[in-house]
């Protein structure tokens, strides 16, 4: 067996191979479906599609936003919380101002804080997704403060509603976090099997694998019954387990 990433080219590499290695006296029966496939690789497509559909794309632009822009905002803000999470972590980082700014406030808030500042995740790593919702949540009242300063001070138009980029759209309201906290929980075993996969079970062997794949299976069942009354969350945990039950 091959233990190697999801790329479809690799079937093709494995086909070629066997031919070799068949050619060279070696035993070898069907390469495509002895191939192990690379689990973290599956946790991160699993979680990017609970996270964001089949579409992970961001505005992370620092310029001022133009038609398509505003149509990316709109497209995120229409994911939910985590959209309107990601706008907001955007507007924040935008310019220097706005992060001197808010690591003011944190540090005001937040006296034995060692990071100041918040971080959006990126398109490959997952867990960079995680990683700032967990973030977020550290620095949630500074968040919320700079947050509503800025709506209330409008000095961009941030609290025109008639403004389509305008921050008053993306304002974290308690239900907000309520979701995010949920989101969080779905989470938290993906990233604890991610952390288990780079360390103690790195050799990609069935026996380390198997355990990760029932476990996470077991987790989005008991998912699918705890959020099923939340239209969203329940949506998100089966694109979940349509990935990793394949």
């Known amino acids: 067996m091959f233990n190697v990433d999801n790329a479809t080219n690799n079937d093709t590499a494995l086909v070629v191979l066997a031919e070799r290695l068949r050619a060279a006296g070696y035993p070898f029966s069907d390469p495509v479906a002895d191939r192990l496939r690379c ?37 995120w803000r229409r994911v939910g919380p985590l959209g309107k999470l990601h706008n907001t972590l955007t507007y924040i980082l935008k310019t220097p101002q706005r992060r001197d700014t808010f690591e003011e406030i944190v540090r005001r808030l937040y006296v034995d804080e060692t990071v100041f500042t918040v971080f959006v995740g990126n398109i490959t790593r997952w867990s960079s997704d995680y990683e700032s919702i967990l973030r977020a949540f550290r620095l949630r009242e500074a968040v919320d403060e700079f947050t ?4 209330r001070q409008n000095v961009n138009g941030e609290r025109d509603f008639n403004q389509q980029d305008a921050l008053v759209h993306d304002e974290l309201l308690p239900r907000d976090w309520e979701f995010l906290a949920s989101v969080k929980e779905i989470l938290a075993p993906f990233k604890e099997w991610t952390l288990k996969l780079q360390v103690r ?44 039950d394949k």
């Open 148 to 151: 509503n300063t800025a709506i």
């Open 201 to 244: 079970y790195s050799n990609g062997c069935v026996a380390d694998i198997l355990p990760a794949m029932d476990e996470l299976l077991d987790h989005l069942e008991m998912c699918h019954v705890q959020f099923r009354s939340d239209e969203h969350l329940l949506a998100m945990v089966n694109q979940g387990w349509a990935i990793l």
């Open 39 to 75: 689990f973290r690789h599956v946790i991160n497509l699993v979680v990017k599609r609970i996270l964001w559909g089949t579409d992970i794309q961001a505005y992370e632009g620092e310029r001022p936003p133009n038609r398509a822009d505003i149509e990316e905002l709109q497209r």
